[in-house]
Nanobody, 121 residues
Framework: QVQLVESGGGLVQPGGSLRLSCAAS????????MGWHRQTPGKQRELVAV???????RYADSVSGRFTISRENAKNTVYLQMNSLKPEDTAVYYC???????????????WGQGTQVTVSS
C-alpha cells in the first residue's frame, strides 16, 4: 500500500502565496518523478509542475516564474510554493508520484486525494 497525502490548501487573496505539501508513505522502495496537477469543474486535469528524482523540473507556461516545485527525498515529500497567485489558479490541486513499492519490481503512479486552492478577494 502506498498513500499520498496533500496539505496546505486554502483561501488566499490575489497576489498572495501558499505552499502545498504532499507526503508519500507506505511500502515504498523508491520514488521517481513527483508532480502536481490541478483541476477545475468541467475541465480536464492539467499538469502544473513535475520534478525528477534528480531535481530536474518542468512547469506549465501558466505558472512558470510564479510557482516552484521542490522535494525532500529523505521524507518522500514534494512541495509546491505558489506566489503571485491569480484567481485563475483556483482549482483542486493533486500530487502524484511514480513509486516502486517494496513488493514490486515495477513503478506505478499514485495520486493524492486533492486539496482545494481558492484565490479570491
Amino acid at each position: 500500500q502506498v498513500q499520498l497525502v496533500e496539505s496546505g490548501g486554502g483561501l488566499v487573496q490575489p497576489g498572495g502565496s501558499l505552499r502545498l505539501s504532499c507526503a508519500a508513505s507506505g511500502n515504498i522502495f523508491s520514488i521517481d518523478v513527483m508532480g502536481w496537477h490541478r483541476q477545475t469543474p468541467g475541465k480536464q486535469r492539467e499538469l502544473v509542475a513535475v520534478i525528477s528524482s534528480g531535481a530536474s523540473t518542468r512547469y506549465a507556461d501558466s505558472v512558470s516564474g510564479r510557482f516552484t516545485i521542490s522535494r525532500e527525498n529523505a521524507k518522500n515529500t514534494v512541495y509546491l510554493q505558489m506566489n503571485s497567485l491569480k484567481p485563475e489558479d483556483t482549482a483542486v490541486y493533486y500530487c502524484n508520484a511514480n513509486v516502486r513499492p517494496n513488493y514490486s519490481n515495477s513503478y506505478g503512479t499514485y495520486w493524492g486525494q486533492g486539496t482545494q486552492v481558492t484565490v479570491s478577494s
